[in-house]
């Protein structure tokens, strides 16, 4: 079965999605000029762009396309409650569904991590033969995150783009 991941943007960013043919990573839509509602935490957004990543394409965390195992996100949490850099809440938050396998056809450059990808001590894994090690049964798609905050935020990242 196929381990389902989804990514959350702002309904108003899926013109461009749909006119660039893909979804670019943030370091990669800077590059080409593309404007973008964030819907995310900006000081955590540019964090990412200089993170490195050990792993597969290498680069940096900003240069990846993120997507979430679990479908309530606890980023989803945030945006309910509105933070200071997004006050709209989750009425415009659109939800893009995949699965691992599929965005893995058109990009073999692909991690995932343990835990929330910008935290320094989270695991980047390319070896997929280690999936199961997320738990995504009994802990990724828990209703209730708080005593499993940490893992919840879970991330598989595919390099620059997503068709």
Not at 43 to 64: C, D, E, F, M, N
Not at 70 to 79: D, N, T
Request: charged share 25%; glycine share 4%.
């Amino acid at each position: 079965m196929a381990v389902k991941i989804s990514h959350i943007t702002h309904v108003s960013n899926l013109a461009s999605i749909i006119e660039q043919d893909c979804l670019w990573s943030d370091y990669k839509r800077i590059e080409l000029g593309l404007v973008n509602q964030n819907i995310g935490y900006n000081h955590i957004k540019q964090r990412r762009l200089v993170r490195p990543v050990s792993v597969a394409a290498g680069g940096t965390i900003g240069q990846y396309v993120p997507f979430n195992f679990c479908p309530r996100s606890v980023m989803l949490y945030v945006i309910h409650c509105r933070h200071d850099d997004f006050q709209e809440g989750q009425e415009r938050v659109l939800h893009l569904i995949s699965d691992i396998d599929t965005i893995k056809l058109t990009n073999e450059n692909c991690f995932f991590t343990d835990i929330h990808a910008d935290l320094d001590y989270a695991e980047q894994i390319d070896d997929f033969t280690r999936i199961n090690e997320l738990n995504i049964q009994r802990i990724i798609n828990e209703r209730y995150w708080q005593d499993f905050k940490e893992e919840k935020q879970a991330e598989f990242l595919a390099f620059e783009s997503v068709k």
